[in-house]
């Protein structure tokens, strides 16, 4: 048996390779020709697209060689952040405290370098296995697009498909989320002001997050909650403009408006003001500094129309902020959200952003082309991207594999659960519906961040028990149906 030190040594000399090569998402070139002699130095026969994925048949191992192949697969691109602003390059690493970390300026890359060491290193021979399919994408980072350039029929013939991009030793993910991202947008009907005081509604102090990752958290999104306000005043009002949130996948911690009043109206206002903000403090205890003020400001040229500032608010008020249900495999993980990581009006345009997610696709889809219809019947244009879910299995012959071998040969109890995230096997699932999947990996701490970092006790471990896997899996071609 190999020793952990010596695998250890192993997968890092493989990842330290990857550091040395600029792979920031959409600059996969150098990595991709990288991995690509990487393979055949290894004396394999790597092929690659026009998108720069790479599929490579591993043959079987000596006695073995016969059996359709178990797919292992990660990708290549890595969310470059940096301390002084520089482009992606080399990220330079260290070992301190018992992880790897980046030496502080820059991301680490260990999603999903550390997947990729890891199926390099398991495919080097070390193990008796069958034969294995590598697929290594691009571009994961910025919505799954290579894994959705990859050909159809990437998978015929696979038994099995492990995705190696999972940050937490010990779960085994089974599921993981679907979305739909949608934009409604419109010029703005708008018409000179009538009533005399402008008021600038400031709300922030929220936690904000991302809205897969901290939906479940119950945080307030400031979007809804400045629709909320808007709509609770009980004295007239005109809409000159409003923010908060600019991008899909994101709750918004922040926002503003600016509306016009009757300046005998501003008690009442600063009133329902202090109200508001006391029922979301109430509301949402973990976010204790949320905080809404209300200040004279310069008169607007423009406001919106009665008409298109109710249809905004009334657009932004159908839009589901927050969790629908729960998982129906895992039920201490969401099963389908929504978030308006969106909402802006102002002289010239509207616009709106939904993102929903869901393990069952026909949620997305109805409550998506719901949306769609209220907000086309408001005069709005509507645009949508999606990526497919993994709606996952209970019981699978992989994932009990998984357990019994992790039990047996680490002494380890792992948990089978989900994410309500995208991730590339459900790519891949909606390519080969009917083959048993899962996604595993080492623990990875705060990734996309100056502070992400591998902790190294789950470097070997994880590498010894994905080959035990292999060594064990052999040609269940029965699991093919």
Known sequence: MIQDEVLLRQVLEEFYGLCAVPRGSGQEQAVSDYLMERLRRMGLEPQRDCMLNILCDVPGTAGRETGAPLALQAHMDMVWVSSDGRKPGPVRTEIRDGFLRSDGTSTLGADCGMGLAAALTVAGG??????????????????????????????DGCMGFINLDSFHFGEILISSAGGLRQTFTKETERFFPMMDQAVHIRLYGLLGGHSGDDIGSGRANAGRCLVWLLQSLEFPYELASISAGSTHNAIPAEGETVIVIDGRDMDRLQEACGLFQQELRELCPEEPEITLTAE????????????????????????????????????????????????????ERLE????????????????????????EGFGYEAEGSSYPAWPGQERDPLSELVMETAERLLGHTFRKTAVHVGLETSIFHHIAPK????????????????????????VAPFVRLLGAVLEAWGNKTEYIK
Request: charged letters at 25%; hydrophobic letters at 40%; proline letters at 4%.
């Open 352 to 375: 709106v952003r939904s993102f929903l997610r869901s393990c069952r696709e026909e949620d997305m889809s109805q409550r998506g082309a719901f949306y769609a219809m209220a907000a």
């Open 435 to 458: 083959i048993p999947m899962i996604s595993m990996g080492m623990d990875i701490l705060d990734p996309h961040s100056l502070q992400e970092r591998v902790r190294l006790d789950t």
């Open 126 to 155: 070390q193990w008796s296995h069958g034969p294995l399919r590598l697929i290594f994408t691009v571009d994961e980072e910025r919505g799954l697009a290579g894994a959705k350039a990859m050909d159809e029929h990437t998978l």
């Open 296 to 347: 004279k400001t310069e008169m607007p040229v423009w406001v919106l129309t009665v008409d298109e500032r109710d249809n905004l608010l009334a657009l932004g008020g159908l839009i589901q902020c927050g969790v629908v249900d729960m998982h129906p495999l895992c039920s201490d993980v969401v099963g389908f959200s929504g978030s308006m990581g969106m909402l802006y009006g102002d002289e």
